[in-house]
């Protein structure tokens, strides 16, 4: 136990400073490349933040594990909206400027919304493989409108090549670091669960969804710390934005089938979509991610996942 505990906490290293790895080369690669830095978080970095979701979806896919594809992005989705900008409020307040992130927000309140209509509409029994069709143009539309605000017009930088190598060598360097310190905690925490006598299914559902998002979670929580908001919120409302459009909709594909689900997994959509909603509400009313909105988030997330694992969350569906 205490080998695994330990394990546990070298895993945290490595995340931390895989976050910071990444943070530093996505500074160098904004600055050198005149990017915009709140592109850079909806897109670069929520991209690379964002793999594990997409590793841990494919293999599902290619092994026929399609449930367990559909409640790793619904817990992923609520972890990095719940847990990080949960912990963002509390431990940074943040400010939140909707001019940068007008078309982003929509899409983070749009993307589980398709998917609840898409289980009302199939009787709550599956998501329906037809509904790449809708997901696929719309993130070829989000990623054109976001290469449209690819420059930033404040900044004159002269592009220097040696930057521009160091910025993608500590980028992907941490996104390393944080794949290893996630596999590590993951592994571990089973272990842990194990011993307890913790379920697969509720491991499941907690330490690996939760799992794949801790690099989402720990690369945002090191930017607001280091003063990067803009790269802050836009990694985690682009890693729920990609999780949705791009790695679900890629998991379909793969699988080719409709993803068989239960009133469960829907409630965890609908979770999603009305936590969503409330984020988007406050952040446009209040401008800002602060100790108010990150308690409502932490304590949404406790409560859901208390109903979730004693299955009352059955009963409202």
Known sequence: MAVTIGLILL?????????????????????????????????????????????????????????????????S????????????????????KLEDFKLDINYFVLGPLIIVIAFIIAHLTMVPLWIVFVLVPLILFYLKKAMDRFNDPESKNVPNSAEILKGVGLFLFGIFGLYMGGEIVVDNCKKIGAEFGISEAILGLTVVAGGTSIPDVMASLVAAKRGENEIAIGNLIGSNIFNIFFVLSSTMIIAGIDLPADKFLFGDYVAVTLLSLIFMIYVIVRKRIDVVLGLILLVAYISYYYLRISGSIGNFF
Request: aromatic content about 12%; glycine content about 12%.
């Open 11 to 75: 895993g945290f290293v490595f995340l931390y400073f895989g976050a910071e790895f990444l943070i530093s080369g996505a500074e160098k690669l904004a600055e050198n490349l005149n990017i915009s830095k709140a592109i850079v978080g909806v897109v670069v970095v929520a991209f690379g933040t964002s793999a594990p979701e997409l590793f841990v979806n494919v293999i599902c896919a290619c092994r026929n594990e399609t449930a367990f594809a559909l409640s790793n992005i619904s817990g």
């Open 77 to 96: 989705n609520l972890t990095n909206l719940c847990i990080g900008f949960g912990l963002m409020g509390l431990l940074y307040g943040v400010t939140f």
